[in-house]
């Protein structure tokens, strides 16, 4: 079945990075892109940016200059790195499957989560 | 960026009733808003796209409408497992933005 799993909860200390993978299965991974999303505790929601399969990236610009979102298409799976950490960046972070061409927001399945968080 | 303000931000409940939450742009975004529901714990869920297009498998006591700038979700009978957390976002431009949220209680 179409799955999207992500790798597991991070603690970070601030200044440092954080890489979040998403392994996509079910689906032919080369035929969409991927958004990431995230969620501080008690918070709502951020969209972060989109990847599509092949690259091309469009990212939210508060966060542009900070996150990097790559995929490999051998493996179907897509990463978000998030650099220059702050406690502010300590949340959920989900991927979620998203258009091939463009980040048209629609997303109909999602990652488990990953819980990042950001301590001295 | 398209600001998405949501009313009320939470509500209290009883099984069986009807619910309607409401959901403005800053500016029209047409019909490019979908609304997603969140359990506790859980990754969202796709409730409907396009303001009225409810996705498949969700119930059809799930309904849309709007466009423009003011749209609204309603439940008509709610059930035990509705109450969650309510989000609306809009898909006509980037950045995409979501509503505060709307956590529905059981009364």
């Known amino acids: 079945q179409l799955q999207l799993v992500q790798s597991g909860a991070e603690v970070k200390k601030p200044g440092a990075s954080v890489r979040v993978s998403c392994k996509a299965s079910?689906?032919?991974?080369?035929?969409?892109?991927i958004s990431w999303v995230r969620q501080a505790p008690g918070q709502g929601l951020e969209w972060m940016g989109w990847i599509s399969a092949d690259g091309s990236t469009n990212y939210a610009p508060n966060l542009r200059g900070r996150v990097t979102m790559t995929t490999d298409t051998s493996t179907g799976t897509a990463y978000m790195e998030l650099r220059s950490l702050g406690s502010d960046d300590t949340a959920v972070y989900y991927c979620a499957r998203d258009g091939l061409i463009a980040a048209v927001g629609t997303f109909d399945y999602w990652g488990q989560g990953s819980l990042v968080i950001v301590t001295s | 960026d398209f600001q998405m303000t949501q009313s009320p931000s939470s509500l209290s409940a009883s099984v069986g009733d009807r619910v309607t939450i409401t959901c403005r742009a800053s500016?029209?975004?047409?019909?490019?808003l979908n609304w997603y529901q969140q359990q506790p714990g859980k990754a969202p869920k796709l409730l409907i796209s396009g303001a009225s297009s409810l996705q498949s498998g969700v119930p059809s006591r799930f309904s849309g409408s709007g466009s423009g700038r003011d749209f609204t979700l309603t439940i008509s009978g709610l059930r035990p497992e509705d109450f969650a957390t309510y989000y609306c976002?809009?898909?006509?431009?980037?950045?995409?933005?979501f509503g505060g949220g709307t956590k529905v209680e059981i009364k």
């Open positions: 976002q809009q898909t006509y431009s980037t950045p995409l933005t």
């Open positions: 079910g689906y032919p991974f080369s035929s969409y892109g």
């Open positions: 500016q029209s975004i047409r019909s490019y």
